[in-house]
């Protein structure tokens, strides 16, 4: 399981007092500190460093204009055109190129750990269903080079696809049991990892764009090389946040999950007016899903040792 450990945590709150200034309090020392931010200390630390890179700052509010008008037209032109334009093996090479020498490292490792976020809700929910029909996943990309093709697909598409084959292994099993709690001492936890992500710090970049530069570019390439029937799944799967926090709830008979889904009533099928702002918070909440479970598994650990 990926958990920082408490003496790491420590030092990162101790540095972030040490510099506080009471006149000037910083924004980002408060999202460091702050105790209602329910992620991993290390990787907090990282997503708030990039967070201040001057990109998202001069580039960004008007790139954002410029990628929401530029969707606009991709996806009108997709929709008039009487067969599909797009291509996996651009977006293979073109995305994997641009991951690894355009954004910056703290970028890269945010996404990275985010396909292992979801496998691993995934395979929480797959693992404690109690049904053999729902089928665990193994999509978990240690470098960039993996963001590419695997196994004959695009990693993007596969973890769309992989969302929605859980709803319909859920819906269509007779065996899973997914509206009552387990006992906590019941749960198994272990599909929550991380693997050893590396994200070649070394690697000569042209540029470092922080993370929501990054993704509102690669949204782009997500337009132009997906067909128009992938980036409707692709978009909407962002609305199958709810059902996900809602079996993790009745599977943990922890209500905390249903608070965090951002995007409510799962079957409205349509666009806002902020794709990649849907998709940073579908990122978020899940890691404040995955979090969630790590510290129930520490709870089940702590009520294991007290009874031994």
């Not at 460093?49 to 001069?58: E, K, T």
């Not at 991951?99 to 976020?117: K, N």
């Not at 510290?295 to 040792?305: D, E, F, P, S």
């Amino acid at each position: 399981m990926d958990e920082t450990k408490p003496d790491t945590t420590d030092n990162i709150i101790a540095a972030a007092k040490a510099r506080r200034d009471r006149a000037d309090p910083s924004i980002y020392d408060a999202f460091l500190v702050t105790p209602h931010i329910h992620v991993d200390k290390a990787s907090l630390e990282k997503q708030i460093r990039d967070l201040q890179r001057g990109w998202r700052r001069h580039l960004l509010p008007s790139l954002r204009l410029l990628v929401r008008l530029s969707l606009i037209v991709i996806l009108s032109i997709k929709r008039i055109m009487p067969f599909d334009l797009g291509s996996e093996a651009l977006l293979n090479r073109l995305g994997v190129w641009f991951m690894g020498r355009m954004i910056s490292p703290e970028a890269l490792d945010y996404i990275l750990r985010h396909f292992h976020i979801e496998t691993s809700l995934i395979n929480f929910v797959a693992r404690n269903a109690g049904a053999d029909d729902v089928q665990e996943v193994s999509l978990r990309p240690l470098r960039v080079a993996e963001l590419g093709s695997v196994d004959g697909r695009n990693a993007i598409k596969s973890h769309d696809i992989n969302i929605y084959n859980l709803m319909l292994d859920l819906g269509y099993s007779d065996q899973a049991r997914i509206k009552a709690p387990l006992p906590l001492d019941a749960i198994d936890f272990s599909p929550l990892y991380i693997g050893p992500i590396d994200v070649e710090p070394r690697r000569r970049r042209l540029v470092n764009f922080d993370l929501d530069t990054g993704i509102y570019i690669m949204i782009v390439f997500l337009g132009l090389f997906l067909t128009d029937k992938e980036i409707e799944r692709a978009i909407t799967s962002l609305q199958l946040d709810e059902p996900l926090l809602a079996t993790l709830a009745n599977l943990t008979g922890d209500d905390q999950f249903r608070y965090w889904a951002p995007m409510k009533f799962t079957h409205w099928l349509g666009y806002t007016s902020d794709v990649v702002r849907d998709l940073r918070w579908h990122m978020m909440v899940t890691e404040y899903a995955y979090h969630r479970l790590l510290t129930l598994a520490a709870q089940q650990r702590a009520r294991a040792g007290q009874g031994s």
